[in-house]
């Protein structure tokens, strides 16, 4: 079962196992410290994730909605930024977009226009039909052809995304990651506030840290394991 980020009743959320590992109080270390420092392992949780897990889109639990919008397809304009989700959420990168024609959705290729089999100079300078974009930045795309009429709901995109971030007001929210990585955050968090203080155990919270950066590692690297492995011949040059 996840571990909610606090729970004063039977005092195993993440706030109170904090305090256990640093064997303080809530005055000596505060919520809203423990917050800043669970937020932190969060981001960078997160953006191990994203960068480790490709093929599975990885995304935060907590999300209420899925990582994908549309947005309108303006008449000549080729550049567009998708900068956050509707909630807010920043989105990190994009990972698809396909553009609405004769009623459905078709997915555009992308191509890098720097690739020398491109023209780069007349990329996206005239209208035409749009099959393709190029990711100009992680959120920031330019289409290969300008649109000639402004079309609603036009562009669908599809992204990955910062995961929502807690508030010392949260009870039940959970870390929004599996339950096995959980542990990660208390250590983290503790880890920061005994190095803070200047606590006796900081060293075996820095062992400890250690082996739950370890675990997140070995996690992402074996959530593959229900595709089929294929192994393929390799061309050898004798010469």
Known sequence: MS?????????????????????????????????????NWLDRLTAYAIGADKRFQWDNTNQTKLPEGTTNLNQDQTDYSFLSDED????????????????SYVPLTQIDRNDPSIDSAYFGTARGVITSYDKIADNIIRLDAKPDATVASGLRFFFQRASPSFAATDTTKTTGFSQLLDRGFII??????????????????????????????EYFEDRNNDEKRILRPIGINFR
């Not at 706030?15 to 005055?27: A, E, G, K, P």
């Open 3 to 39: 571990t909610p980020f606090s729970d004063t009743v039977t005092n195993l959320g993440i706030v109170q196992q904090v305090r256990s590992f640093m064997r303080v109080d809530s005055t000596q270390w505060t919520t809203a410290k423990i917050v800043n420092s669970c937020n």
């Open 88 to 103: 807010g959420n920043q989105i990190i990168t994009l990972t698809g977009i396909s553009v609405l024609r004769n009623g």
């Open 188 to 217: 983290a968090a503790a880890y920061d506030g005994a190095i803070t203080l200047g606590l006796s155990n900081t060293q075996p919270l820095s062992v400890e840290l250690e082996k739950e950066e370890r675990k997140l590692i």
